[in-house]
């Protein structure tokens, strides 16, 4: 990542940050971060704890199928490395080229770009955030404020546009990953990593398990600040939140997910700070779970 692209993302995560700050009332969104109920916190840790062994199983899962070698005990350790460097590095997918990269030269020796073991990393990652995409496309048309405004044929081209937005974010994915433009070989291998046999259930229950987990994270920061909001009004506005994180233009999603949380808290008639509150509350817990990452790269120096 060059030095240009790395300051223009802390420079959004900043101004965005700065913005909000200016924008609200500073007291109505740092008071119930300094209140943070530490019972709610912990059960946030144990949340991530089996996520992190989900997502080192079925990278390793996917790792197998792609005739690549991989011991839990270095994917669980990897997976740690990968998500703590993506909340301190910029564009939040440095970790997981860190991880591709580590694996292919534990592998070869080597640096391989295209290799298999790159695209275990790069498929093991897609599952989950096609499946992130879909809940929160759904989640968003779910909404009132969006129900009110669609009818008949109207919701039936939103339908067709939020298909498409899936479907080019796929291609997206898949051309920004290495090796990209090898389509025929990629699609034989995502077939044999993903929907042969009984793998296409086995793939498809990680993702929606690991996705559970990235919302249930949310609302336990929720209730870590005192928020009483039931949790079938929270559930809806979650998933579109966490998707901003994916667009690589901040560090960590920092600034563009809490704008999305006062955007949308807003529109469905919810205090806006809240959300911008609550959106800061599981940025400092994913921080707090990704510290044990930090460990490991101590360990590896």
């Not at 073991?117 to 989640?139: C, D, G, H, I």
């Not at 968003?140 to 498409?164: F, K, M, Y």
């Amino acid at each position: 990542m060059s030095m240009r692209s790395t300051v223009f993302r802390l420079g959004v995560s900043v101004g965005l940050m700065l913005g909000l700050a200016w924008w609200f009332n500073p007291s109505e969104v740092v008071g119930p971060l300094g209140q943070m109920r530490p019972g709610w916190v912990l059960l946030a840790v144990l949340i991530s704890f089996a996520q992190i062994v989900m997502l080192a199983w079925r990278w390793q899962f996917t790792a197998r199928h792609l005739g690549v070698e991989l011991a839990f005990p270095v994917a669980w350790r990897e997976y740690y490395l990968s998500i703590f460097l993506n909340q301190v590095l910029p564009g939040g997918v440095m970790g997981d080229v860190s991880r591709a990269w580590r694996h292919a030269r534990a592998q070869h020796r080597e640096l391989e770009q295209s290799g298999p073991a790159v695209r275990a990393v790069v498929f093991e990652r897609l599952s989950a955030q096609v499946v992130m995409v879909v809940l929160a496309t759904v989640s968003l048309l779910a909404l009132p404020v969006v129900l009110e405004r669609l009818t008949g044929s109207r919701a039936l081209i939103a339908g067709l546009v939020a298909a498409v937005v899936v479907l080019a974010f796929v291609v997206w994915k898949w051309r920004r990953s290495p090796g990209g433009s090898r389509l025929g070989r990629m699609l034989t291998e995502l077939s044999m990593s993903h929907y042969s046999g009984r793998v296409l259930t086995l793939q498809l229950a990680s993702a929606i398990f690991v996705v559970a987990t990235y919302l249930a994270t949310y609302l336990v920061a929720s209730r870590a600040i005192g928020m009483e909001t039931p949790t079938l009004v929270l559930l809806p506005l979650v998933a579109p939140v966490l998707m901003t994180m994916l667009v690589p233009v901040t560090v960590a999603g920092w600034g563009l997910r809490e704008s999305a949380a006062a955007v949308l808290w807003g529109a469905v008639g919810l205090t806006a700070a809240d959300g911008v509150a609550v959106s800061i509350a599981y940025g400092l817990i994913v921080l707090l779970c990704s510290l044990p990452g930090a460990f490991v790269l101590l360990f590896n120096r």
